[in-house]
């Protein structure tokens, strides 16, 4: 499974952003993709992923903010960050899983190189 995450960027805050990621490869389900976030000094953050069943779950700090989309025709993943602040300020990681638990890191396999988002308060 490949990932390629993109549309980081800077905002100010308030704003809003839209993440995607491409996946690619075999035994590819986008149940089992979410996104995490990393910021400087701190451990990856669970912010949102898709469940079996197609039943989305977020994070404490984004939700009600944050949305996760899909496009299955085209193996895409979207994260739509809105009302953003400043502490979600972080590099943003795709992942897609295997049969664990959705919100741990170590559940997941396989990364998206990351990209940056930056909120100026």
């Known amino acids: 499974v490949q990932l390629q995450a993109s549309g980081g960027g800077q905002v100010q805050a308030g704003g809003s952003l839209r993440l995607s990621c491409a996946a690619s490869?075999?035994?590819?389900?986008?149940?089992?993709m979410g996104w995490f976030r990393q910021a400087p000094g701190k451990q990856r953050e669970f912010v949102a992923a898709?469940?079996?069943?197609?039943?989305?779950k977020y994070g404490d700090s984004v939700r009600g903010r944050f949305g996760i989309f899909r496009d299955d025709t085209k193996n895409m993943l979207y994260l739509q960050m809105n009302n953003l602040r400043s502490e979600d300020s972080a590099i943003y990681y795709c992942?897609?899983?295997?049969?664990?638990?959705?919100?741990?890191?170590?559940?997941?396999?396989?990364w998206g190189q990351g990209t940056l988002v930056t909120v100026s308060s």
């Open positions: 992942g897609a899983r295997g049969s664990g638990y959705y919100l741990l890191a170590s559940s997941y396999k396989y």
């Open positions: 490869g075999q035994d590819l389900s986008i149940d089992r």
């Open positions: 898709w469940t079996a069943g197609g039943s989305p």
